[in-house]
């Protein structure tokens, strides 16, 4: 199941895992990545926590926790090479992994239809 | 400022069709970025050449009602410690406008033209700046505003190629330069000076005709359009003061590591000693030093470390000892630098500070300016 934030993460579910990343949309709009922050494995948040920094030239932006949950899996790849979350970013540029604290809560995010009418795509 | 009061430049319809992403800076609608973005912009200027649009920054001519440049240079000394006096026809130099407390009210570059005066002074201050200088040196001189001329700037190893065949008079200038000449046969200001470290130009030309000049310089395969986004990154690279962020009217230009555009004639000891607002606190200073100073900073990690993170001596210390003013990615190091405020016993190579960044404490080492080597042709 795939499924947006209005704060531009996608997020994939599958059983109670939830994969974060960023959407194509927000990385055209932040720019070129140049460091990436990610949490630490284990670390808990609460639905709209500072969950990670994506930083470009100009600015750091917040990535926020789409759901509650804790912190199963991080990227460290897109850490060592921040690009990777603009050459791919919903695939090979992926943030984070999450175990849901309630994977029924997913169904309240955007479905692909209502972030691509948020954005105007 | 509500954006409908924000002004356009006489580039903007051009800066639209190249795709840019506008932001408001300095009540102008001005292109952060164009289609690369920051980044490749950046580099792509220290690679080749990149054009700026600075058309939001003033130029104000300054003449001597009596007509005698002396008078001129004489007068421009009473508003800014530097030496106008020996400023020769057909150079330029960095100077700072200082108030009576010795705080600068603005940076600027002052140009000696032969027959007048030109100063260019920031966007944010170029108001304040002609009611200043009305108000302190109006009555001997007169200060008219370049409103019919828009500015650009060409910056970049490629810079002298991508002009020359407009101009080829160009190629016998140096850093500093400035005359006035024909460019693709329109009567134009041009300097060999900027604001990123590089080789390069500023352009005054008439407002009818900068757009088919960007055209032409554009038209070129060296040549790409630049933003404010680029176009502060790579000042910061060069150790570069921003107004308004590393200077302000509560730093001196001592604080801010400015002496060497005091020359020795306005020191102490000097043919035209003092005479400048604020020369009492100012001379003290360079005789004394400062009690803080603006000092370079790299970050030993890899996070940017950016305006407003406080500095500490120490990773566990409860009070902040200083401030950065600028500080992000450095693209040409491909690393992070920043430029802050501390105390003289801190501003010293290889002192060791930490930043606090979203509550972390990053250590941060003061370093030389500018981190990327300035490429000016001074010879």
Not at chain 1, 40 to 55: C, P, S, Y
Not at chain 2, 54 to 69: C, E, P, R, T
Not at chain 2, 264 to 275: D, Q, W
Request: hydrophobic letters at 45%.
């Amino acid at each position: 199941m795939l499924k947006f934030t209005e704060d531009h993460e996608w997020v994939r579910v599958e059983g109670d895992i939830a994969t974060v990343g960023i959407t194509e949309h927000a990385t055209v709009q932040l720019g070129d990545l140049v460091f990436v922050e990610l949490p630490e494995v284990g670390a808990t948040f609460d639905k709209g926590g500072d969950a990670a920094t994506v930083e470009s030239v100009k600015a750091a932006s917040d990535v926020y926790a789409p759901l509650a949950g804790a912190i199963t899996e991080v990227n460290q790849a897109i850490v060592d090479e921040p690009a990777k979350v603009n050459q791919d970013p919903a695939g090979e540029g992926w943030l984070f992994k999450m175990k849901l604290d309630n994977t029924a809560d997913a169904d309240s995010l955007l479905d692909e239809a209502a972030y691509k009418a948020l954005i105007g795509a | 400022m509500n954006e409908t009061a924000l002004r356009q430049t006489p580039l903007h319809s051009l800066h639209a069709r190249l795709g840019a992403r506008f932001t408001p800076f300095a009540g102008y609608e001005m292109p952060a970025q164009f289609k690369d973005g920051v980044l490749k912009e950046h580099l792509h200027t220290r690679d080749a050449a990149g054009l700026f649009d600075i058309s939001h920054m003033g130029a104000l001519k300054v003449v001597a009602k009596n007509g005698d440049m002396k008078d001129a240079a004489l007068a421009l000394e009473q508003v800014a410690p530097v030496d106008v006096v020996n400023l020769k026809a057909g150079r330029q130099r960095y100077a700072v406008l200082t108030n009576d407390a010795g705080g600068v009210l603005d940076d600027l570059m002052i140009a000696n033209l032969g027959d007048c005066f030109v100063l260019v002074v920031n966007a944010a201050t170029k108001e304040a700046d002609l009611a200043h200088l009305q108000d302190e040196i109006g009555e001997d001189c007169a200060i008219q505003p370049m409103d019919r001329l828009a500015l650009i700037a060409l910056q970049g190893p490629r810079a002298e190629e991508a002009l020359s065949p407009l101009a080829p008079d160009i190629q016998q200038m140096r850093f500093m330069d400035v005359r006035m000449m024909e460019i693709d046969g329109v009567a134009m200001m041009a300097s060999r000076s900027g604001y990123t470290g590089e080789d390069g130009f500023e352009i005054a030309a008439p407002i009818e005709k900068v757009e088919a000049l960007c055209e032409k310089l554009l038209a070129q395969d060296a040549v790409a359009p630049i933003g404010l986004g680029a176009r502060d990154s790579l000042r910061l690279e060069a150790g570069l003061c921003l107004y308004g962020a590393d200077l302000d009217t509560n730093t001196t230009p001592i604080e801010a590591a400015l002496e060497w555009s005091i020359q020795k004639a306005r020191r102490r000891g000097g043919a035209r000693e003092g005479g400048f607002p604020g020369d009492d606190v100012i001379l003290a200073q360079l005789e004394n030093g400062a009690a803080r100073r603006r000092v370079g900073l790299k970050a030993e990690g890899r996070a940017p470390v950016r305006a407003g993170a406080q500095l500490y001596a120490d990773e566990n210390g409860s009070t902040p000892i200083g401030v950065v003013t600028s500080g992000g990615f450095g693209p040409t190091l491909a690393a992070p630098v920043a430029m802050g405020y501390v105390p003289a016993q801190h501003a010293t190579a290889d002192a060791r500070l930490f930043a606090e960044v979203r509550g972390k404490r990053l250590p941060m080492i003061v370093a030389a300016t500018p981190f990327a080597p300035h490429r000016y042709k001074r010879n």
